[in-house]
């Protein structure tokens, strides 16, 4: 997403009041890495609750989202080895419009954050458009480029990379609810150096769009 993309979306959010106390940190499970084929399969999501003077935040682990959406086509052996969920759990999961009205009313006003948030959003937004006839609102944020700017001197590219070197732990890799604690995690790791260049949701969604340009040498 290039810097005027990610601009022009915080834009159109702007109709949205942005709730500035509390974020949503998600991630999903799909049948592939393709967002313009693949299908979303579960999402796991957690609340991030910011104190007024944008000091240290909390995840609110029983403010908290997930579930499997129903699916008549199934992933492939090699697909399910690395998320986990079986046919039996993808033919028992929930009515996909059900499950997304659900995730619209829990989310709110939140924002929305992810490590590579542009393909989760991407799955999201293609179910939120198929199922239910429009596109969440809600503005997103990319927590890698902001890892990034935060700790220019650590190598690390993926989430994997990142969570070794901060030594946060992972349940059950790859598994979508395991993966939203950990990226949470990242998220109040990174804080303190975040909070020295934003104070408020705006300034972070600012910071971010810039941090896309920092290259990685």
Known sequence: MSLLGTL???????SLTVDERRWVVLDVETSGLDPYRDRLLAIAAVAIHLPEDFSSPIIHVRD?????????????????LVHGIGV?????????????????????????????APFDEAMIQRACQLHLGKKLPNPWLDIEPLARITHEQVKARSLDEWM??????????????????????????IWPGLR?????????????????????A
């Open 8 to 14: 022009k979306g915080w834009l159109s959010s702007r």
């Open 64 to 80: 908290s989202f997930e579930v499997v959406l129903h699916q008549d086509v199934f992933s492939d052996k090699d697909n399910i």
């Open 88 to 116: 039996g759990a993808q033919r028992g999961g929930e009515d996909p419009a059900e499950s997304l009205r659900a995730f619209e009313s829990w989310i709110g006003n939140a924002p929305l954050l992810a490590f590579h």
């Open 164 to 189: 070794s070197h901060f030594g946060i732990e992972c349940a059950v890799r790859h598994q979508a609810a395991a993966d939203t604690f950990a990226t949470a995690e990242l998220l109040l790791q």
């Open 196 to 216: 020295s260049q934003a104070h408020n949701w705006r300034e972070m969604a600012t910071l971010a769009a810039n941090a896309r340009w920092i290259s990685r």
